[in-house]
């Protein structure tokens, strides 16, 4: 067995978090489902770079142009086609895997991030534009977006809830997804039709904490806390381990249970944002330690060639759970505030891909005047 199918033995799946229209034309993203690859997640940042770093998108661009349609327009004409052909591709992984699996991600305008009727009157529209199964629609879980995720499972719509980062707001998206459920049910839906993962951030943690404790001098041990040096690249993986132990309690609930009778998937966690950001962490840090049951890992490119080449396989994410803890206490004995933290990088992470797809509207327009010219 490759890597990634080790993995899927174990219970995780791997997604490719990168999209790009030769991935279709080459075959590559077939041959990498073909070695245990089973799904892929998109964003406005990696559409951004798709279009705008390369001459992939110039032809089709061209023809639409001369019609006279909206930049906007252009941008989901492309997507769409995009996201269709690697929906078609994964369509026998979710077939397989009985729709465990399969998916391709799509997000609603990050413009939209604190808007919530107008991330459910997007997401409608693009989920029934696609027309496919196997697509999951990303919604940012800011606290305008929690009330939006509801409705949508609700609905029957699949849902990617991206850019968690703490532990009290993967909480409240585990909510809005069993609440949605609820609402399903009430509604005489089939809640074996609908899916969802909760989307963990994690090297951005790594980022910003390190970037705090590199300001502490270095202290004599307080109390159980070691030198603050010491606790750098770690305040990820214990905030992931402690939101997997969160999971588990809601497995066990009743109110879960309620709802597993009824037919309802698991929300998995996924991890995302797992490149290695510092070059002095082995380049599968937020992989290997990261392995365990109903949990999905999306990769970029680089995260993923490194994996298959030398990750480690085996089963880490409920190891030193407790150690994890003591991690996060000795943080905020240190006087860093990880609500704070994450609240800035949820906060960030909206502005970034606002301002992405800002360019990517930007780039698109350019190549309009440039196909024009000619």
Partial sequence: MTRLEQ??????????????????????????????LRGMTSNPTIFARAIAESDD?????????????????????????????????????????AGLDGYVSLEVNPHLACDPEGTVAEARRLFASVAC?????KVPATPQGLPAIETLIGEGINVNVTLIFALDQYQAVSGAYLAGLERLAAAGGDLSRVAS??????????????????????LTPNGPCPDPQSLK???????AKVAYALFREVLTGERWQRLAAQGARVQRLLWASTSTKNPAYPDTLYVDNLIGPHTVNTMPPETLVAFREHGIVA??????VDQARAHLACLAQLGIDLAAVTRQLLDDGVAAFARSFDSLLASIRAKMNGAQDI
């Fill in 7 to 36: 993995l899927a033995a174990l219970g995780q799946s791997v997604w490719l978090d990168f999209i790009r229209r030769p991935l279709f034309t080459t075959g590559e993203l077939q041959a990498l489902v073909d070695d245990g």
């Fill in 57 to 97: 998108y110039d032809e089709a661009i061209k023809p639409l142009a001369a019609q006279g349609r909206s930049v906007n327009d252009i941008y989901e004409t492309l997507a769409l086609e995009d996201i269709r052909r690697a929906a078609d591709i994964l369509r026998p992984v979710y077939d397989r895997t």
């Fill in 133 to 137: 199964p196997n697509l999951m629609i």
């Fill in 197 to 218: 993962v909760a989307s963990f951030f994690v090297s951005r943690i790594d980022t910003a904490v390190d970037r705090q404790l590199d300001h502490l001098q270095a």
């Fill in 233 to 239: 690249g770690k305040a990820a993986i214990a905030s």
């Fill in 315 to 320: 089963l880490t994410l409920e190891q030193g």
